[in-house]
């Protein structure tokens, strides 16, 4: 055969040509290269071969023209470009900037994935309107309804400046309306015949060029026809390579059929290629892991194949000609249901090149021919309208061809396409998509002619769409949406395509599965029968196509074409036949259902669909005149009453038989009913007709009897029954009646046998947001009955559905029901009755905006709820209607969320109340309990009626047909019912001595009945009561009269009061025989007040118990506070007690070791002053002058005026720049204390959880030494011994006395060579025994004796260790080598003062309750504990290194701070201190006191202040020195602080004049600054070391230092802190000499090591302002606005799909994506980032989950959003897509959990709280 094919192939496929024969004509060339290409490249597709595919594209397109696309300096493409982006990026003819405004042009920019587009409900025609960005921000929508989404991918265009998407004007500037596009669309809606068209229109040949458009250019006919041709011969190489192409990726079974598959090759060369394509259930390691087994390739290869499947959406993974072994491994993967395929290597390079050349046409809708960018899309458009020319008619090839002639007169290339569109792949297919969407906005006129296109071939592609396609997200199906919506489109292809009778075709044949391989047969089946099994109900895939059906019947046109012409109606009503009374049930009634299915859930999603449909359907008949509506409604019941009586197949014979009519005798009379138990018969849900008639019947304007009576039909009743006897009627409504019998059997508890399945089924039907599909129209036809035929009847009737005609005869015991399910199906009966009787939405056709209201005040009425709880309970067509939040706006308050857990409720409005049915259908007896409650306390506040009665609201139906349905009221079968009703009630109660269960409900609903019946026909209503007589000759107002006294009802008294009353007015003689009046003297009010007083009685006796037990409560929980409040001189003999321990409940006291649990944990919190950054100099300028008062916030929700707060963003959302921070260990507790030995007992305890539970991913780590405390749940690894503050008063000696005795003191003693061999070799003065890895610490610890405090003191040793050995390379101090003494991190500064640093920074900007820093509320005596506890674990190192000596070596190190600190010592030969003191944080120094020498760290404290103000002039020196350059600073107008600071130049200058080059550089910087900022800067840097100085004091020595009492609290910060601590402010300088002397000391050391530069003599000073995180924009889709801008990975350089943003520097990274994983895939890049910016810990918002995501070190957690939508509640992953805005107190709360070190313990506690195996999958 082969050599047969190539005889003929050779005109084709020219390859024996000469390669210098090359034809000269472009086109030519360009089919002489994709002809020869496959074989020359050796089947491999690279990106070369793109490349050179695309130059020959372009060299074909343009010929010799190139220069009126390109600017002439380059006239030819750079390799791999293509054309749009160069145009773009050169800037071509005005391209890549914002295009020129022409009114009429619509926008049509297509979305990419990832952009945000918004939807605007109040302005838009339907839910598919979108807006672009651009055009929506340049649009006014303030206080619409606005909703936001994220394209999911790419597709789908803006609809501004299309006139037909918008109810109104958006008048967006950039695309006006232009008068001409108005007309064609006019000209088109008006061009409709009636008639629907089933022959197939030839659809118009030539579309002419779009008119008015400014820009055209002159064109050389040549280069037309040259781009014409080229377009035609590109688009049909595209369609000739998919004939070959399979339409479903299947593998041949064997070697045979592979080489028999149709190919194009002429040489039929046996090299295969196996290709994978894309599908939403395999995961990326699957796939990788499969690539590598069956190909070989390496792991790294096969991954960058995973990702090409996921984004091209499929990949060639081999090509060879070992075909066995392609074959094996096809196989292999088609067991796991990976679509695969095998071709012949030559077609799938054909689909390469293919997928090139869509990629080309698309680039060519977005470039333009000079200004012209038209032009190109037009002759596109042209060339896609007209039939394909076959390279070879003779050749045809294989078998996959349909024969698209069948359907079209005149088949063109875009129906090839449309049909073709399964056989590509997810990007190509995205792409065409685009290419249609560019010709679509063209004109009108080629927006009807695709339309067209796409409507005659509709039935191929939903047969493709519904049966074949893998990729169903990608369909071409779903462009129906973008064509569908727009009216004049509609209705163009109804009328002309008749596209509705098509559709509903495809509806009928799919679900009675009529197909036939792989293809929905168009012909009617004989025998409609379905099964709800079949594959068909199963699929997911049909929803879609009912919304196509739908959006179609939703425009206006088109409703009024199915209004006025009776051959839709008729054709639909053979459509809801096919549905009607599928999957019936029947209840069981001896033993369990066996076998469950789920078949039903199928059903409903199918009937559901349906019955949205018939919604629209039945409304679109608003339009119609009486005739046509008759005429519907005749055909509607003419067809059920065909099924209903079994004259059709449609019915299941073995399951329904005909219904036959019995008689009953009910009352005086009898009555023809039908015959059926509902408790023996089968019954369905689904009625799909009846919903159908119903919603014919809501037309009660067109019904009226003046309209009816033009037509001669005399009024509704008439309209029935003439066509229909009486019997017929009664069968209609029976089986709607049978749904609501079976419901009451199930909600009585009758069906339970039959399993979940049934129950299911009822909360379907009856759930809030469907109810209206089904439930209420079942009713509604019952409430039509009652005007159709005689009330009696149909009361009867549904007495006898519901079982219940014994009951109301008065024959109880002769009930089909017994006990409790007798009485539940009174209630539900009396339910119904209620209903049909008193509900008049439907009956009055009440406008759908009231209806909305009335749905919301009932919803509401039972207290506030949520948007989303109250959008549950109302209809979902309501939720989703225009004005349903304009009207929830008047009814009711919003009330916006205020703490972090809460949500946004909406309060009902007072005035509402009014409005309010308790009676109301869709309420639950339990709500109708609820809101009756509520509504009484209402009128009694306002009337103050003790029992206030709510009398039911007048139906007032004034016109129509169902203005005579409160005459039902006066009917005798309803008498009867409330007769026997309230009679039996009492005759049970009577005989049982109790009332039995759902007595209450049944009275309240028969008083509510006799209620409206009062109202509505008050006089003829009285007089029936009294004269009809039932049971025992009683009529019903004597037994309501019996009632009254009785003490057993008294809950109704006011209303039988009420009643009798109203009777009276009309017949008082029938009342007052029977009535008690009680006279006045009986005694019974006294008996209440007997009660009344042993009640109150009772009530105290528990009230006093009560106060007893809380008083034990309080004492018990008191105990925790009182350690604090305790009394300091206690006598010593008892042990002070500091509450339990939380494992064994004992006291805690010095008799037994015990210590307070904590965690110490790596941070890099701390931030240095950025000397790169001029703003944050600018934030020191206009910085409060008071940390510790709180800023005002605004905390509005949603935030005032955020738009205009959004616009200007900035780079990296404000973040922290992370090389500026400072690594340092950071030490919490919880609170919580335990002994020494349970904390040992506790962990072994934890160590034996990790064993059993080995794959559990456990919330702490045994390694890291953690461990969950069991009461909070907190994360800690350490344990800190306890003890009491030291209680020495403030010392007396004034300062240079105790210099001068501190020096002598020194003098005096001895030289200690000790102590200097255990100081730093460096010179700086800090001792070894403080380090972290310091060797000399192990062997202090292993002696036996080791007491409990050296245990303790163990656990905080070893987890600083750990850290200080993984994270030598964060820090930048100078210390030993690892192994020598003092090597490691440093404790007093890196624990200590590190920790005391971050209380402080976490405390700026909270209030201080009127105190000091150290008095606020967040500085907890939980924190004073722990540093007491650190400086404990300094002072036991100090002493397990000084063993010996007396007073565990205080003294001795308490010389050595001396010496370091009196400049004196630093510079002769006794001491090695060659490092200047000002290079060390003289807050360290000030901790190392605080551990061995409390008592002088009053006078310590000033010499350290003034170091500190030393060192930050230094430091500003090097600071301000690189910022002298920026000129944008806010001048103070004069110095504030002369008081606390004096001569600011003069201590400027002395600080640096010991070196020279300082001091000049020091002085530019002073005159480039000026005194008064420099001063401002000054008081901002030495302000923290004042409030971490109070701090540590208040927590060392509190007596030391009291809070003065400083008259004024508008005290700045800074001198409260100076008079609090005792520290002279600078301005006394002069006056102090000793102070004077120590600083020149300092001083003089620094500058001569600074001249003769031996040391590094750089200061890097504290950030001082208040910490922030990341700057979010206020509203979330403002992120997404320049999101390219913005959010970029900068490790792989494109906008993340997943993208997280660093909280804490503003970085954003690629969540859980593989591209920047690191070398061994094990980490993500935020856990990299993480490493990278906050240490141990992260804190990121995950823009597109729209939630916060904690890390901690591999462990993490997502936390709620801090943003909230308009109505105040979280959207996780933008689900809803409201807009949302930024909560201030959510966000305030994720700076405070990140500043107090709360994420370890935030992760942890989420991990306690879940079992799993850790890892992505299980979050």
């Known amino acids: 055969m082969s050599s047969f094919i190539s005889l003929f192939n050779t005109s084709r496929h020219p390859v024996t040509m000469n390669p210098r024969d090359r034809p000269s004509d472009p086109l030519s060339q360009l089919r002489y290269a994709l002809e020869t290409m496959p074989s020359s490249r050796k089947y491999i597709f690279s990106p070369a071969t793109r490349a050179e595919v695309l130059s020959e594209l372009y060299d074909a397109f343009w010929g010799p023209y190139s220069h009126l696309f390109l600017p002439l300096s380059n006239s030819s493409l750079p390799m791999h470009a293509t054309l749009s982006s160069v145009q773009a990026d050169l800037g071509f003819a005005g391209a890549g900037s914002e295009d020129p405004i022409i009114p009429g042009r619509p926008c049509g920019h297509i979305f990419s994935k990832g952009e945000s587009c918004f939807r605007c409900k109040d302005c838009a025609l339907d839910d598919s309107c979108v807006l672009c960005s651009r055009c929506f921000h340049s649009s006014d929508h303030s206080d619409h309804n606005v909703s936001f989404f994220v394209a999911q991918q790419a597709g789908g265009c803006c609809d501004c400046g299309d006139i037909e998407a918008w109810r109104k004007p958006i008048s967006c500037p950039f695309h006006p309306p232009a008068p001409h596009v108005q007309a064609q669309i006019e000209q088109s809606l008006n061009a409709v015949d009636a008639t629907p068209r089933a022959s197939q229109r030839s659809i118009s040949e030539e579309i002419p060029f779009v008119e008015d458009y400014p820009y055209r250019v002159a064109i050389p ?31 041949p079974s064997h070697e045979a059929d592979l080489r028999l598959q149709p190919s194009a090759d002429p040489m039929q060369k046996d090299q295969y290629a196996i290709i994978i394509w894309n599908d939403d259930k395999h995961s990326f390691d699957e796939v990788i892991k499969l690539i590598s087994e069956t190909t070989g390739h390496d792991r790294k290869t096969a991954s960058i194949m995973a990702y090409s499947i996921d984004d091209v959406g499929r990949e060639i993974i081999d090509i060879n000609g070992d075909v066995p072994r392609l074959l094996e491994a096809a196989h292999l993967m088609t067991k796991i249901e990976l679509g695969v395929t095998i071709r012949r290597a030559y077609d799938t390079f054909r689909e390469q090149v293919a997928c090139v050349i869509i990629e080309w046409l698309l680039d060519l809708t977005r470039s333009r021919l000079g200004a012209d960018t038209l032009i190109i899309k037009e002759i596109i458009a042209a060339e896609l309208l007209s039939p394909r020319r076959r390279e070879n008619t003779f050749f045809t090839p294989g078998p996959q061809v349909p024969n698209l002639a069948a359907d079209l007169a005149r088949p063109c290339r875009i129906d090839w396409l449309f049909v073709y569109h399964t056989r590509l792949w997810k990007k190509p297919r995205i792409h065409l998509k685009a290419i249609y969407a560019s010709i679509l906005i063209l004109s009108h006129p080629h927006k009807i002619a695709i339309a067209s296109h796409f409507a005659s071939t509709y039935h191929r592609v939903a047969d493709a769409y519904l049966l074949v396609d893998r990729e169903a997200e990608t369909s071409i199906k779903y462009f129906a949406l973008q064509l569908f919506t727009a009216p004049s489109v509609a209705l163009h292809i109804v009328s002309q395509h008749d596209l509705m009778t098509r559709l509903l075709d495809i509806i009928v044949n799919f679900f009675t599965n009529h197909i036939a391989d792989k293809h929905i047969l168009t012909t009617a089946p004989a025998q409609q029968d379905i099964d709800v099994e079949s594959p068909p109900f199963r699929s997911k895939r049909f929803m879609p196509v009912f919304s196509d059906l739908r959006y179609l019947c939703h425009n206006r046109p088109v409703q009024q074409l199915i209004a006025r012409n009776p051959a839709f109606i008729r054709k639909f009503v053979k459509v809801c036949q096919v549905f009607m009374c599928i999957n019936p049930n029947k209840r069981v009634a001896s033993s369990h259902v066996e076998y469950e299915t789920d078949v039903w859930i199928s059903v409903f999603n199918v009937t559901l669909s349906l019955s949205r449909v018939i919604k629209v359907y039945g409304e679109a008949f608003a339009f119609a005149n009486p005739t046509q509506l008759v005429g519907a409604i005749t055909t509607v019941v003419r067809e059920i009453l065909a099924v209903c009586t079994l004259s059709t197949d449609r019915l299941d014979k073995e399951k329904f038989s005909k219904p036959m009519l019995h008689e009953v005798e009910f009352g005086d009379a009898q009555y023809q009913i039908v015959d059926f138990n509902v408790l023996e018969g089968w019954v369905s849900f689904h009625h799909s007709l009846h919903w159908l008639l119903a919603d014919l019947l809501k037309h009660v304007d067109i019904l009226s009897e003046e309209s009816l009576k033009e037509i001669g039909v005399s009024g509704v009743r008439d309209l029935f029954l003439r066509p229909f006897n009486e019997g017929a009627i009664l069968t209609l409504i029976d089986f709607p009646l049978r749904v609501l019998a079976m419901i009451a059997q199930i909600r009585a508890g009758l069906w339970v046998r039959n399993g979940f399945p049934i129950r299911g089924q009822l909360l379907h039907y009856r759930d809030f947001m469907l109810r209206e599909l089904c439930y209420d129209q079942d009713l509604f036809i019952l409430q039509s009955s009652l005007i159709i035929l005689d009330p009696n009847i149909i009361i009867v009737s549904i007495l006898d559905r519901f079982g219940l005609l014994s009951f109301f005869r008065g024959e109880v015991e002769k009930s089909p029901y017994e006990g409790a399910h007798l009485l539940s199906m009174v209630e539900e009966l009396l339910y119904v009755l209620i209903t049909i009787l008193g509900e008049r939405a439907s009956a009055t056709k009440l406008p759908f905006q009231c209806a909305i209201r009335r749905e919301i005040v009932h919803a509401l009425a039972a207290g506030p709820s949520s948007f989303t709880d109250l959008a549950k309970r109302v209809s979902e067509r309501m939720v989703d209607d225009v004005s349903f939040e304009r009207v929830l706006k008047d009814v009711s308050h919003f009330r916006a969320p205020e703490s972090t857990s809460d949500t946004g409720v909406y309060e009902l409005k007072d005035e509402a109340y009014d409005e309010v049915d308790p009676f109301t259908f869709h309420y639950t007896r339990n709500k109708r309990e609820e809101v009756e409650v509520i509504l009484k306390n209402r009128l009694r506040k306002k009337t103050g009626v003790k029992d206030p009665v709510i009398v039911p609201k007048p139906l007032t139906i004034a016109s129509g047909p169902f203005s005579i349905l409160p005459s039902v009221l006066e009917s005798e079968a309803l008498l009867q019912v409330m007769f026997y009703a309230i009679y039996n009630v009492i005759s049970l109660t009577n005989s049982a001595g109790t009332a039995p269960p759902s007595a209450e409900a049944i009275l309240d609903q028969t008083f509510q009945l006799i209620m409206l019946a009062l109202v509505e026909r008050p006089s003829v209503f009285s007089h029936v009561s009294v004269i009809k007589p039932f049971a025992e000759e009683k009529k019903l107002a004597d037994i309501i009269c019996a009632m009254e006294h009785d003490e057993k009802y008294k809950p109704y008294k006011s209303r039988i009061d009420w009643v009798l009353t109203e009777i009276s007015k009309h017949v008082p003689e029938g009342v007052q025989p029977p009535r008690k009046v009680l006279s006045p003297a009986a005694p019974a009010p006294d008996v209440e007040g007997v009660k009344k007083r042993a009640a109150k009685a009772r009530q105290e006796a528990i009230m006093a118990e009560m106060k007893a037990q809380q008083a034990s409560f309080s004492l018990n929980f008191e105990e925790e506070e009182e350690e604090n409040d305790q009394d300091m001189d206690e006598t010593s003999d008892e042990l002070s007690s500091y509450g339990t321990c939380i494992v064994c409940q004992e006291d805690l006291n010095e008799a037994k070791a015990f210590g307070s649990l904590g965690l110490v944990q790596p941070s890099r919190l701390l931030r240095k002053h950025p000397d790169s950054h001029s703003q944050y100099l600018n934030e020191l300028m206009t910085m409060p002058q008071s940390l510790d008062r709180a800023s005002l916030r605004d905390t509005t929700f949603p935030p005032a005026n955020a738009e205009e707060l959004d616009t200007a963003s900035s780079p990296n959302f404000d973040g922290f720049p992370a090389q500026y921070t400072r690594f340092g260990l950071h030490a919490s507790v919880c609170g919580h204390m335990m002994h020494l030995d349970c904390f040992q007992v506790y962990n072994s305890s934890v160590r034996q959880r990790h064993r059993s539970h080995a794959t559990r991913n456990h919330p702490e780590n045994i390694q890291r030494k953690e461990y969950i405390c069991p009461l909070c749940k907190s994360l800690g690894n350490v344990l800190l011994p306890v003890l009491h503050p030291n209680n020495a008063p403030a010392s007396r000696t004034p300062f240079p006395d105790w210099i001068r005795a ?60 750990m850290v200080s050995q993984q994270t030598r390379h964060l820090r930048e101090r100078p210390e ?26 976490a405390a700026r900007g909270t209030d201080s309750s009127g105190g000091i820093v150290a008095d606020s509320l967040s500085l907890s005596d939980t924190q004073s504990r722990m540093i007491r506890g650190l ?284 591209c920047c994983q690191d070398e061994l895939g094990l980490r993500g890049e935020c856990n990299m980032h993480t490493r990278d910016c906050g240490g141990a810990i992260g804190v990121y918002f995950v823009v597109k989950r729209c939630s916060l995501l904690y890390l901690y070190a591999s462990n993490g957690t997502f936390a709620q959003s801090p943003y909230l939508d308009v109505h105040g509640e979280v959207d996780v992953s933008m689900r809803r897509g409201r807009r949302q805005y930024i909560h201030p107190a959510r966000w305030e709360e994720v700076r405070k959990t990140w500043l107090n070190h709360g994420i370890p313990t935030a992760v942890a506690r989420k991990l306690e709280s879940t079992v799993d195996s850790g890892g992505w999958e299980t979050l």
């Not at 688009?235 to 990726?249: K, R």
């Not at 003693?1309 to 700086?1324: I, N």
């Open 221 to 251: 006919p040549d280069l037309r026809d040259l781009m014409s041709r080229t377009i035609a011969y590109a688009l049909d190489f595209i369609l000739d390579t998919l004939d070959y192409s399979p339409d479903e990726a299947t593998v």
């Open 1302 to 1361: 501190a020096g002598i003191s020194v003098l005096k003693s001895k030289p200690d060579s000790v102590m200097d061999g255990l100081q730093f070799r460096s010179g700086t003065g800090e001792f070894v025994f403080w380090s972290a890895q310091d060797p000399g610490y192990g062997a202090a610890v292993r002696k036996p004796e080791a007491v409990a405090s050296t245990k303790m003191l163990d656990t905080l040793m070893l987890s600083s260790r």
């Open 1376 to 1401: 030993p080598e690892v192994g020598e003494r003092g090597a490691g991190m440093y404790l007093p500064e890196d624990l200590v003062g590190y920790t005391i640093s971050a209380i402080e920074v």
């Open 1431 to 1714: 400086l404990a674990s300094l002072t036991r190192l100090s002493a397990l290194e000084l063993d010996g000596r007396p007073d565990g070596g205080r003294e001795s190190v308490k010389q050595a701070i001396i010496k370091r600190l009196l400049p004196e010592w630093s510079r002769t030969s006794l001491t090695s201190f060659s490092y200047p003191l000002l290079l060390r944080d003289p807050f360290t120094v000030l901790i190392e006191t605080a551990a061995v020498a409390p008592e002088m760290l009053q006078h310590v404290l000033i010499l350290c202040y003034y170091a500190c103000l030393a060192r930050t002039v230094i430091g500003m020196v090097y600071v301000l020195n690189k910022a002298r350059t920026y000129s944008a600073f806010q001048q103070p107008a004069a110095r504030a602080h002369a008081d606390i600071f004096g001569d600011v130049r003069m201590f400027f200058m002395s600080v640096v004049r010991h070196s020279p080059v300082f001091e000049h550089t020091a002085t530019l910087v002073f005159d480039a600054f000026g005194e008064a900022r420099i001063e401002k800067m000054l008081y901002a840097f030495t302000l923290p070391f004042l409030r971490r100085a109070a701090i540590l004091c208040r927590s060392v020595v509190p007596l030391t230092f009291p809070t003065p009492l400083l008259g004024a609290s508008n005290v700045n910060e800074y001198k409260r802190l100076l008079a609090t601590l005792g520290i002279p402010p600078l301005a006394d300088l002069p006056n102090q000499d000793t102070l004077q002397n120590a600083l020149s000391g300092w001083c003089a050391h620094y500058g001569h090591s600074h001249a003769a530069s031996q040391l590094n003599c750089g200061v890097v000073l504290d950030y001082a302002a208040v910490y922030g995180i990341a700057r979010l924009p206020l509203i979330l889709d403002n992120l997404f606005g320049e999101r390219d801008k913005v959010m970029k990975c900068h490790r792989c350089n494109t906008v993340p799909t997943d993208a997280a943003i660093c909280l804490i520097c503003g970085v954003t990274c690629c969540m859980a994506s593989h």
